[in-house]
């Protein structure tokens, strides 16, 4: 895996990290809080530091539902799910990083399952 | 009043009661909904990364399409409205991103965010008005507790959706008194269903449906409605705690007009 | 010519560090007309002056420039100190090479260089100067107080104990503010209505002070020391020079459903009303929107139990002009809707509160007379949840971008209270940082935390659920501990951001004082001036210049009044000599400059002139009254034929100036 | 050539009121806020004392390029000079526009005296603008200095 | 026309009204009319004269003939009364002093663009429907109006009077004018098109104050460019740059002012089109403050005396478009 920098992920999320007074309103706002390792408002301040490795290595960036909470409630505008989606794609970008592999999708289907969730899965989980 | 439309891929296939009953109602209430002839999948997903261009292509083409109709372009699932309206909003306000999205379309007038996005919803609210629907039901859904779902998708971003208050919204419950039933306001009808991870965690997805759906019941609902599919599905099928129905709201309106077959 | 002498300022290293000094006197001693330069680590001391003295004495200098701060800073300083040395104080100019240049420009060079150009206009203007004169205009010695609150009645008390007439403008039936709704007082907790209820009666009975309660200003005209005030006497359909206020009309009265404001909505009042017992003045006001009598004719029975004959249905609201030598601003705050803030519930639920709401609860002339019980039954609560900051420190566009300063003190004492008076409730204060700064207030908060045991969690509340069951979920982030938490709370009270009132914004533009983003006054300079608006005359008392606490409100109320009675010691002012003056043989009287003049400080009269043809010709032209100008200079480039100028800032002045600098 | 754009130096005359932009302009330096040199600034006591005979004059001696900064419109210290200015620089700008002089030379903004940061920031990107546009060369040209 | 004027003129001189006449008076040759003040019938019956080229506008000279003893009779055309109008308004002018009686117009041509034309030897002219109708030494010549007419005639914006005390003839009404279709085109270049355009234009320049001295907003006691305290005066430019200068500050005092009577461009001997430098302040202005015509009454407040509140920001300047 090659090295990810912290000013690509800046870049790829246009997230200005340091607008984070640390009130930790989207922690306390996240849906997926359970179930994350690291929680957004750590990934907004470890990119912060340049303290990324646990965080590409982390289950927790799959965890992330893209439901806006954190972004809507950040009394700052900080957007910490853009943060998490950035470290995401820089993950799903190294090769052979997919989080899952074609061959597993008809597991994971059922009849009722709506194609948007197909789709999204794809985006959200594969390169 | 004459409108496009985007009806998106889920409405094709798994979900379409949603667009059935969305295009009867229309038509009952006198709004012509003319299906965009060229739409493609919007992606499903808003990528919040600048740097993904590609993924949000195809939202933008449709988009560009609906600006040489010249109508402002309906749109009825959650997820579809909301990657639309999101890229909409960054061919507008994202210079660096439009700019790349242009050089990659090579359309012979470069588009910059001018087709006028909206939900079905708010058709209804802003252009159709609940009054005038209120006074075309015929069959009102009177004594009916219905619970309003809205999601994340429908609301958040709220400075780009700009739909509804994003914390306390209102626009669904009006729809519910419009149609003559009762509107259950609960707390959890704008947090997330748990969405797309159902394919990957099943145990979080349910967790996230059941609270949604009990929450509903638990204030007295008799039943849900929701715009998405996806909402729908984790509802119906993660939210194993309460077996309280969940409809589309296109559903409940035509049935309030008198149209459902 | 001229004969100018140039005086560089060091200001310590703030100048000298990034501008050679010695470069630039050496540069602008061979600029035309100079005949002295010279540079000194501070000029504005007293060393300083004397050395600008000395040299215009021993160089018989008529002109000097001075390189230094801002002219805003010390133009004045420096004014003085060449009048001392025997030239017009106006015969100065200051070069602006620390505020725009050197704490700017990190080069050295760059900055030098841009000092010298500064310097150089700095003397083409200067070659331009003339002596100038200021008039005098004299000072109304009575003074004006916006807002009737504790800063207003402290600013007019200790201007009326000064010996001058001071008035009261208050839009609420009675003077007193957010401190007659305050239960108890941080850090002391002393009962809020026992330390200012006193100083409202001393108010109502000191003659040199008047309150015109229930009224508005609409109008503010004239300058510092002649301002004209307009005042909207709002009716109240009630006599007050014959109310007693013994109150019979407010309980007889059949309209029993009107939001109480006093508290802010928990219980209601009648349609007459007095807002509470110890108001001042006591007098009965009639509630125009909810009065049957006054809606559709039906009723007067407030006129009925009247024993004074005080009710007067037909009042009128009355405009009455002022004049005045001072104006106070003292308009206060408000707490901000919480509309933006839904994820709180707040207007989902009854038991979602303000603080300010709480301090009604916990009051004994409140709704609950001082119990604490829930507004949704009536009953106990046993766990409390505190949210700080919510709305304050906000740049996400829904609150904001400022810290309300009050909260964390206040929430402190909310919390002892609540625990002193039920030690069997569970109290939470979630919390961003906890900031108390102030005397005896950081001991105030520990004690709260280590004597009654408030649980004070870092972090922040992210959705308040409220539940089919009554209770409340408080759904919040425990930074310390690292986890999510669920609180199941009865009450959830909420420290919402404070805002500037909103008739400070239209107050402002009436008055000419400048604001900030937020709506909050700006103060003349942010240390050295901060009660004393930018507008001359104009002064800042309390919340309405930015967040504080009672202490420092009723410190800079009377600080305000000091200002305001230094200002009316004095019988006349001196005017602004930079006034506009038109040239009479260049005038073709059009009248444009009339026109455009803020002030009707123009006026035209026909003269005979004598004509270079010898004859006589009579010919309109105008004159400035120089007393009223203010020198805006709107009038001079109204003017076609350049007959109106402006003294100071002369055309030819600000010509030779971008000259300097363009050259 | 290249090199010799990289270090053109535009001359830019900034025109501000006393009362807003002026204080602005000082609290732009009392926050250590930077913006070029190339800025000076002329005290007027208010925006509606520029007249456009100054603006003008400012490129007849080789300005590169004008700004004037006034109150906020409303927030007049005189209570009307910016409207009445924003008038006559809206019509002057529009026909310097018209008589084929780069409009981006020439600008309004409304900083107030709590602006510091929009003063350095309005400075910064009008500098940036002026020197991207260049010496003032249509100016120079109607000057018909011969070179 | 002509034949009643004189004879109105005699009336009102006869019955005190007035004590002298100010009009056009034939010169050596016919197309040589200069502007003269007359005191009595037989002064009248001996020079008075109105036809085709009776161009000049008198607003100006009543700056100074309203000063002087006696009311004074004024002829004025259509567009002679906005200049009227616009100088009482700056009380330039002394109304009470002056008696007005509106003549009609259809256009006035002079004896430059004939020449121009090849028409020379020229010994009178007539109004034949849209043509003139030229006496010359050679015989009569025939011209198309549109080929004769100078552009403020041709744009003309109105046939009705709006100062008089009495009319000799029909009233016309306001005309839909194509006034503003060069500044368009102008607007619609880009900017160094335009720039070349005035360059050219302007570089012509000789300075011969013409336009000034027969500009009737241009009415001021001492000219700034004539003032050497003014900080401007200049009476020979130095260098082009203050010749466009020149255009540029006249053009701006008179804006607002300016009726768009096109005087200054049909005396310029240099063909420069100065009326599209007043017409573009015209033109912003109608379109940023709303319609306003200069001199349509003597009330309302000159765009540049006024302001809104909710006026449109300089930047509209960046906003606008157009190159």
Same mark, same amino acid.
């Given at each position: 895996?090659?090295?990810?920098?912290?000013?690509?992920?800046?870049?790829?999320?246009?997230?200005?990290?340091?607008?984070?007074?640390?009130?930790?309103?989207?922690?306390?706002?996240?849906?997926?809080?359970?179930?994350?390792?690291?929680?957004?408002?750590?990934?907004?301040?470890?990119?912060?530091?340049?303290?990324?490795?646990?965080?590409?290595?982390?289950?927790?960036?799959?965890?992330?539902?893209?439901?806006?909470?954190?972004?809507?409630?950040?009394?700052?505008?900080?957007?910490?799910?853009?943060?998490?989606?950035?470290?995401?794609?820089?993950?799903?970008?190294?090769?052979?990083?997919?989080?899952?592999?074609?061959?597993?999708?008809?597991?994971?289907?059922?009849?009722?399952?709506?194609?948007?969730?197909?789709?999204?899965?794809?985006?959200?989980?594969?390169? | 009043?004459?409108?496009?439309?985007?009806?998106?891929?889920?409405?094709?296939?798994?979900?379409?009661?949603?667009?059935?009953?969305?295009?009867?109602?229309?038509?009952?209430?006198?709004?012509?909904?003319?299906?965009?002839?060229?739409?493609?999948?919007?992606?499903?997903?808003?990528?919040?990364?600048?740097?993904?261009?590609?993924?949000?292509?195809?939202?933008?083409?449709?988009?560009?399409?609906?600006?040489?109709?010249?109508?402002?372009?309906?749109?009825?699932?959650?997820?579809?409205?909301?990657?639309?309206?999101?890229?909409?909003?960054?061919?507008?306000?994202?210079?660096?991103?439009?700019?790349?999205?242009?050089?990659?379309?090579?359309?012979?007038?470069?588009?910059?965010?001018?087709?006028?996005?909206?939900?079905?919803?708010?058709?209804?609210?802003?252009?159709?008005?609940?009054?005038?629907?209120?006074?075309?039901?015929?069959?009102?859904?009177?004594?009916?507790?219905?619970?309003?779902?809205?999601?994340?998708?429908?609301?958040?971003?709220?400075?780009?959706?700009?739909?509804?208050?994003?914390?306390?919204?209102?626009?669904?419950?009006?729809?519910?008194?419009?149609?003559?039933?009762?509107?259950?306001?609960?707390?959890?009808?704008?947090?997330?269903?748990?969405?797309?991870?159902?394919?990957?965690?099943?145990?979080?997805?349910?967790?996230?449906?059941?609270?949604?759906?009990?929450?509903?019941?638990?204030?007295?609902?008799?039943?849900?409605?929701?715009?998405?599919?996806?909402?729908?599905?984790?509802?119906?099928?993660?939210?194993?705690?309460?077996?309280?129905?969940?409809?589309?709201?296109?559903?409940?309106?035509?049935?309030?007009?008198?149209?459902?077959? | 010519?001229?004969?100018?002498?140039?005086?560089?300022?060091?200001?310590?290293?703030?100048?000298?560090?990034?501008?050679?000094?010695?470069?630039?006197?050496?540069?602008?001693?061979?600029?035309?007309?100079?005949?002295?330069?010279?540079?000194?680590?501070?000029? !504005?001391?007293?060393?300083?002056?004397?050395?600008?003295?000395?040299?215009?004495?021993?160089?018989?200098?008529?002109?000097?420039?001075?390189?230094?701060?801002?002219?805003?800073?010390?133009?004045?300083?420096?004014?003085?100190?060449?009048?001392?040395?025997?030239?017009?104080?106006?015969?100065?100019?200051?070069?602006?090479?620390?505020?725009?240049?050197?704490?700017?420009?990190?080069?050295?060079?760059?900055?030098?260089?841009?000092?010298?150009?500064?310097?150089?206009?700095?003397?083409?203007?200067?070659?331009?100067?003339?002596?100038?004169?200021?008039?005098?205009?004299?000072?109304?010695?009575?003074?004006?107080?916006?807002?009737?609150?504790?800063?207003?009645?402290?600013?007019?008390?200790?201007?009326?104990?000064?010996?001058?007439?001071?008035?009261?403008?208050?839009?609420?039936?009675?003077?007193?503010?957010?401190?007659?709704?305050?239960?108890?007082?941080?850090?002391?907790?002393?009962?809020?209505?026992?330390?200012?209820?006193?100083?409202?009666?001393? !108010?109502?009975?000191?003659?040199?002070?008047?309150?015109?309660?229930?009224?508005?200003?609409?109008?503010?005209?004239?300058?510092?020391?002649?301002?004209?005030?307009?005042?909207?006497?709002?009716?109240?359909?009630?006599?007050?020079?014959?109310?007693?206020? !013994?109150?019979?009309?407010?309980?007889?009265?059949?309209?029993?459903?009107?939001?109480?404001?006093?508290?802010?909505?928990?219980?209601?009042?009648?349609?007459?009303?007095?807002?509470?017992?110890?108001?001042?003045?006591?007098?009965?006001?009639?509630?125009?929107?909810?009065?049957?009598?006054?809606?559709?004719?039906?009723?007067?029975?407030?006129?009925?139990?009247?024993?004074?004959?005080?009710?007067?249905?037909?009042?009128?609201?009355?405009?009455?002009?002022?004049? *005045?030598?001072?104006?106070?601003?003292?308009?206060?705050?408000?707490?901000?809707?919480?509309?933006?803030?839904?994820?709180?519930?707040?207007?989902?639920?009854?038991?979602?509160?303000?603080?300010?709401?709480?301090?009604?609860?916990?009051?004994?002339?409140?709704?609950?007379?001082?119990?604490?019980?829930?507004?949704?039954?009536?009953?106990?609560?046993?766990?409390?949840?505190?949210?700080?900051?919510?709305?304050?420190?906000?740049?996400?566009?829904?609150?904001?971008?400022?810290?309300?300063?009050?909260?964390?003190?206040?929430?402190?004492? =909310?919390? #002892?209270?609540?625990?002193?008076? *039920?030690?069997?409730?569970?109290?939470?204060?979630? *919390?961003?940082?906890?900031?108390?700064?102030?005397?005896?207030?950081?001991?105030?908060?520990?004690?709260?935390?280590?004597?009654?045991?408030? =649980?004070?969690?870092?972090?922040?509340?992210?959705?308040?659920?409220?539940?089919?069951?009554?209770?409340?979920?408080?759904?919040?982030?425990?930074?310390?501990?690292?986890?999510?938490?669920?609180?199941?709370?009865?009450?959830?009270?909420?420290?919402?951001?404070?805002?500037?009132?909103?008739?400070?914004?239209?107050?402002?533009?009436?008055?000419?004082?400048?604001?900030?983003?937020?709506?909050?006054?700006?103060?003349?300079?942010?240390?050295?001036?901060?009660?004393?608006?930018?507008?001359?005359?104009?002064?800042?008392?309390?919340?309405?210049?930015?967040?504080?606490?009672?202490?420092?409100?009723?410190?800079?109320?009377?600080?305000?009044?000091?200002?305001?009675?230094?200002?009316?010691?004095?019988?006349?002012?001196?005017?602004?000599?930079?006034?506009? =003056?038109?040239?009479? #043989?260049?005038?073709?009287?059009?009248?444009?400059?009339?026109?455009?003049?803020?002030?009707?400080?123009?006026?035209?009269?026909?003269?005979?002139?004598?004509?270079?043809?010898?004859?006589?010709?009579?010919?309109?032209?105008?004159?400035?009254?120089?007393?009223?100008?203010?020198?805006?200079?709107?009038?001079?480039?109204?003017?076609?034929?350049?007959?109106?100028?402006?003294?100071?800032?002369?055309?030819?002045?600000?010509?030779?100036?971008?000259?300097?600098?363009?050259? | 050539?290249?090199?010799?754009?990289?270090?053109?130096?535009?001359?830019?005359?900034?025109?501000?009121?006393?009362?807003?932009?002026?204080?602005?302009?000082?609290?732009?330096?009392?926050?250590?806020?930077?913006?070029?040199?190339?800025?000076?600034?002329?005290?007027?006591?208010?925006?509606?004392?520029?007249?456009?005979?100054?603006?003008?004059?400012?490129?007849?001696?080789?300005?590169?390029?004008?700004?004037?900064?006034?109150?906020?419109?409303?927030?007049?210290?005189?209570?009307?000079?910016?409207?009445?200015?924003?008038?006559?620089?809206?019509?002057?700008?529009?026909?310097?526009?018209?008589?084929?002089?780069?409009?981006?030379?020439?600008?309004?903004?409304?900083?107030?005296?709590?602006?510091?940061?929009?003063?350095?920031?309005?400075?910064?990107?009008?500098?940036?603008?002026?020197?991207?546009?260049?010496?003032?060369?249509?100016?120079?040209?109607?000057?018909?200095?011969?070179? | 026309?002509?034949?009643?004027?004189?004879?109105?003129?005699?009336?009102?001189?006869?019955?005190?009204?007035?004590?002298?006449?100010?009009?056009?008076?034939?010169?050596?040759?016919?197309?040589?009319?200069?502007?003269?003040?007359?005191?009595?019938?037989?002064?009248?019956?001996?020079?008075?004269?109105?036809?085709?080229?009776?161009?000049?506008?008198?607003?100006?000279?009543?700056?100074?003939?309203?000063?002087?003893?006696?009311?004074?009779?004024?002829?004025?055309?259509?567009?002679?009364?906005?200049?009227?109008?616009?100088?009482?308004?700056?009380?330039?002018?002394?109304?009470?002093?002056?008696?007005?009686?509106?003549?009609?117009?259809?256009?006035?041509?002079?004896?430059?663009?004939?020449?121009?034309?090849?028409?020379?030897?020229?010994?009178?002219?007539?109004?034949?429907?849209?043509?003139?109708?030229?006496?010359?030494?050679?015989?009569?010549?025939?011209?198309? $109006?549109?080929?004769?007419?100078?552009?403020?005639?041709?744009?003309?914006?109105?046939? $009705?009077?709006?100062?008089? +005390?009495?009319?000799?003839?029909?009233?016309?009404?306001?005309?839909?004018?194509?006034?503003?279709?060069?500044?368009?085109?102008?607007?619609?270049?880009?900017?160094?098109?335009?720039?070349?355009?005035?360059?050219?234009?302007?570089?012509?320049?000789?300075?011969?104050?013409?336009?000034?001295?027969?500009?009737?907003?241009?009415?001021?006691?001492?000219?700034?460019? +004539?003032?050497?305290?003014?900080?401007?005066?200049?009476?020979?430019?130095?260098?082009?740059?203050?010749?466009?200068?020149?255009?540029?500050?006249?053009?701006?005092?008179?804006?607002?002012?300016?009726? +768009?009577?096109?005087?200054?461009?049909?005396?310029?001997?240099?063909?420069?089109?100065?009326?599209?430098?007043?017409?573009?302040?015209?033109? +912003?202005?109608?379109?940023?403050?709303?319609?306003?015509?200069?001199?349509?009454?003597?009330?309302?407040?000159?765009?540049?005396?006024?302001?809104?509140?909710?006026?449109?920001?300089?930047?509209?300047?960046?906003?606008?478009?157009?190159?």
């Amino acid at each position: 895996m090659s090295k990810v920098t912290k000013e690509q992920v800046l870049r790829s999320s246009g997230v200005n990290v340091l607008k984070c007074m640390r009130c930790g309103k989207c922690s306390a706002t996240c849906p997926s809080y359970d179930e994350m390792e690291y929680h957004p408002h750590q990934f907004v301040y470890m990119v912060e530091k340049g303290d990324l490795e646990p965080l590409l290595n982390s289950d927790s960036i799959y965890k992330c539902l893209s439901c806006y909470a954190c972004v809507e409630r950040c009394p700052r505008g900080v957007e910490p799910a853009k943060v998490v989606e950035g470290i995401r794609n820089a993950v799903l970008r190294q090769s052979g990083m997919n989080h899952i592999k074609a061959e597993n999708i008809p597991d994971m289907l059922d009849e009722d399952l709506p194609q948007q969730a197909i789709v999204s899965a794809f985006r959200k989980y594969k390169r | 009043m004459t409108f496009s439309y985007y009806p998106g891929c889920t409405l094709k296939t798994k979900a379409k009661d949603l667009d059935r009953y969305g295009r009867k109602a229309a038509e009952a209430l006198g709004v012509t909904l003319e299906e965009l002839p060229d739409w493609q999948c919007c992606g499903g997903t808003f990528s919040m990364s600048k740097d993904e261009i590609a993924s949000k292509l195809s939202a933008v083409r449709s988009l560009a399409s609906a600006k040489d109709k010249g109508n402002d372009l309906v749109t009825l699932c959650s997820a579809c409205h909301n990657v639309l309206k999101q890229t909409n909003d960054a061919m507008k306000n994202d210079p660096d991103f439009s700019a790349k999205a242009n050089n990659y379309m090579k359309l012979d007038v470069p588009y910059n965010g001018e087709t006028n996005v909206i939900h079905y919803l708010e058709m209804l609210r802003d252009r159709v008005g609940f009054d005038k629907i209120a006074e075309k039901v015929t069959n009102p859904l009177t004594g009916k507790k219905i619970a309003a779902y809205y999601g994340c998708l429908l609301l958040r971003p709220g400075k780009v959706m700009q739909m509804d208050n994003p914390e306390n919204p209102t626009i669904i419950e009006d729809f519910i008194r419009a149609i003559g039933a009762e509107p259950v306001v609960y707390p959890y009808r704008n947090e997330c269903c748990g969405g797309y991870v159902t394919m990957e965690d099943k145990a979080l997805a349910k967790k996230k449906s059941n609270k949604v759906a009990s929450s509903a019941a638990e204030n007295g609902a008799d039943m849900i409605i929701t715009a998405c599919p996806l909402c729908l599905y984790n509802l119906n099928k993660n939210a194993d705690e309460s077996d309280i129905p969940v409809y589309y709201f296109t559903e409940l309106l035509a049935e309030a007009l008198g149209v459902k077959d | 010519m001229q004969r100018i002498g140039v005086f560089v300022c060091w200001c310590g290293s703030n100048i000298a560090a990034t501008v050679d000094v010695e470069a630039v006197s050496e540069a602008l001693k061979s600029e035309p007309g100079v005949v002295f330069s010279t540079n000194y680590q501070y000029m !504005c001391s007293e060393a300083g002056q004397n050395m600008i003295k000395d040299a215009i004495k021993e160089h018989n200098l008529t002109g000097v420039v001075i390189c230094s701060c801002s002219p805003r800073m010390h133009e004045a300083t420096f004014r003085k100190t060449v009048q001392g040395a025997g030239i017009n104080p106006y015969m100065v100019e200051i070069a602006n090479i620390r505020e725009q240049c050197s704490w700017i420009h990190k080069d050295k060079q760059t900055g030098t260089e841009k000092a010298i150009i500064l310097g150089k206009a700095a003397i083409a203007k200067v070659h331009l100067n003339a002596p100038l004169t200021a008039g005098e205009s004299p000072v109304v010695k009575r003074a004006l107080v916006i807002g009737g609150g504790i800063a207003g009645i402290q600013t007019a008390l200790d201007i009326a104990e000064a010996g001058f007439d001071v008035d009261i403008v208050e839009t609420k039936p009675t003077i007193g503010g957010k401190m007659t709704q305050i239960d108890k007082t941080f850090p002391t907790l002393d009962c809020a209505a026992c330390i200012l209820t006193p100083k409202m009666v001393d !108010c109502a009975q000191n003659e040199k002070i008047h309150i015109y309660s229930y009224s508005e200003v609409t109008a503010v005209k004239g300058f510092v020391g002649n301002f004209t005030v307009s005042i909207k006497k709002k009716a109240r359909y009630v006599d007050t020079t014959k109310c007693t206020g !013994c109150g019979v009309c407010t309980e007889k009265c059949p309209v029993k459903n009107v939001p109480n404001e006093f508290n802010l909505g928990m219980n209601n009042r009648r349609a007459i009303y007095i807002p509470f017992a110890q108001a001042v003045p006591k007098v009965a006001t009639i509630d125009a929107d909810y009065c049957n009598m006054l809606k559709n004719g039906k009723c007067g029975v407030c006129s009925k139990v009247c024993t004074a004959g005080a009710i007067d249905y037909k009042q009128q609201d009355e405009i009455i002009e002022e004049k *005045y030598g001072a104006i106070v601003a003292a308009t206060g705050f408000n707490p901000i809707k919480l509309d933006n803030f839904d994820e709180f519930a707040y207007s989902q639920s009854k038991d979602v509160i303000t603080s300010l709401e709480f301090e009604r609860l916990t009051n004994a002339a409140g709704p609950t007379s001082g119990q604490l019980l829930r507004p949704s039954d009536g009953k106990h609560p046993h766990t409390i949840v505190f949210v700080q900051c919510v709305g304050s420190r906000d740049t996400s566009g829904c609150g904001k971008p400022y810290c309300s300063k009050i909260c964390c003190m206040y929430t402190a004492k =909310h919390a #002892m209270l609540t625990r002193e008076k *039920y030690p069997d409730t569970d109290v939470y204060v979630f *919390y961003i940082d906890v900031r108390t700064p102030g005397k005896n207030f950081d001991e105030f908060y520990r004690r709260a935390v280590e004597d009654y045991n408030v =649980h004070y969690i870092k972090g922040m509340v992210g959705k308040v659920a409220p539940r089919a069951d009554g209770t409340l979920d408080v759904q919040a982030s425990d930074l310390i501990s690292n986890e999510q938490l669920h609180i199941s709370a009865d009450l959830v009270v909420l420290a919402a951001a404070i805002e500037p009132d909103k008739s400070a914004r239209p107050l402002a533009t009436m008055l000419t004082a400048s604001m900030d983003t937020n709506d909050f006054f700006t103060e003349a300079h942010a240390k050295l001036r901060p009660v004393e608006s930018p507008t001359a005359g104009v002064f800042l008392s309390g919340t309405c210049q930015g967040p504080k606490d009672i202490p420092e409100t009723v410190s800079q109320a009377s600080a305000a009044a000091a200002k305001v009675i230094g200002l009316l010691c004095k019988d006349k002012l001196t005017c602004n000599p930079c006034v506009a =003056h038109s040239d009479e #043989m260049l005038c073709n009287g059009c009248s444009s400059c009339e026109k455009v003049c803020p002030y009707g400080a123009i006026t035209y009269s026909d003269k005979e002139f004598r004509m270079p043809d010898r004859t006589t010709a009579i010919r309109r032209v105008a004159a400035v009254n120089e007393a009223v100008c203010q020198g805006c200079g709107a009038c001079t480039v109204a003017c076609p034929s350049g007959a109106m100028d402006l003294k100071g800032f002369s055309n030819k002045q600000i010509m030779a100036e971008v000259d300097a600098i363009c050259k | 050539m290249q090199v010799n754009e990289k270090e053109f130096k535009p001359t830019i005359v900034a025109f501000c009121c006393n009362w807003c932009s002026y204080a602005g302009a000082d609290l732009a330096g009392t926050n250590r806020l930077n913006y070029p040199a190339d800025v000076k600034i002329i005290r007027v006591p208010c925006s509606c004392r520029v007249n456009p005979m100054f603006i003008l004059r400012a490129f007849q001696r080789g300005a590169d390029g004008v700004i004037m900064c006034g109150c906020h419109p409303g927030d007049c210290h005189y209570t009307t000079g910016n409207y009445y200015a924003r008038r006559r620089m809206t019509l002057l700008f529009s026909m310097l526009d018209y008589l084929g002089i780069e409009r981006e030379r020439t600008r309004v903004e409304w900083v107030s005296a709590a602006e510091g940061a929009k003063f350095a920031a309005t400075m910064n990107e009008f500098v940036e603008t002026v020197t991207k546009l260049g010496e003032n060369k249509r100016l120079e040209d109607l000057r018909c200095k011969e070179k | 026309m002509q034949g009643k004027m004189i004879a109105r003129a005699k009336e009102l001189l006869q019955n005190g009204t007035v004590n002298r006449v100010i009009g056009w008076k034939a010169g050596d040759f016919a197309y040589d009319i200069t502007p003269a003040v007359f005191s009595s019938a037989e002064e009248l019956d001996a020079g008075f004269v109105y036809n085709d080229f009776c161009g000049a506008n008198f607003s100006k000279y009543l700056v100074k003939e309203s000063r002087k003893e006696g009311k004074i009779l004024v002829f004025l055309k259509p567009c002679d009364t906005y200049s009227f109008n616009q100088l009482t308004k700056e009380h330039r002018i002394i109304r009470d002093n002056i008696y007005v009686v509106g003549v009609p117009c259809d256009g006035k041509t002079d004896g430059e663009t004939l020449k121009l034309k090849g028409i020379t030897g020229i010994t009178g002219i007539k109004t034949e429907g849209d043509s003139f109708v030229v006496d010359t030494l050679y015989g009569e010549k025939t011209i198309a $109006k549109a080929d004769a007419l100078p552009e403020r005639c041709l744009s003309c914006k109105s046939k $009705k009077h709006v100062a008089y +005390d009495e009319l000799l003839g029909e009233d016309g009404e306001v005309c839909e004018s194509n006034r503003f279709d060069m500044v368009e085109k102008l607007e619609a270049m880009s900017s160094e098109e335009r720039f070349a355009f005035w360059r050219g234009e302007l570089s012509r320049c000789i300075r011969c104050n013409a336009c000034r001295n027969v500009c009737p907003a241009c009415t001021c006691e001492r000219c700034v460019f +004539d003032n050497d305290n003014s900080g401007i005066a200049q009476k020979a430019a130095a260098d082009s740059f203050e010749e466009n200068m020149f255009h540029i500050i006249r053009a701006f005092h008179v804006a607002g002012r300016c009726t +768009d009577c096109g005087e200054c461009s049909r005396v310029c001997p240099q063909n420069i089109p100065l009326h599209l430098l007043n017409r573009k302040f015209i033109k +912003d202005i109608n379109e940023f403050y709303g319609e306003f015509q200069a001199g349509e009454d003597t009330e309302t407040r000159a765009p540049l005396n006024i302001f809104d509140t909710e006026d449109v920001e300089p930047s509209i300047v960046y906003e606008k478009g157009g190159n």
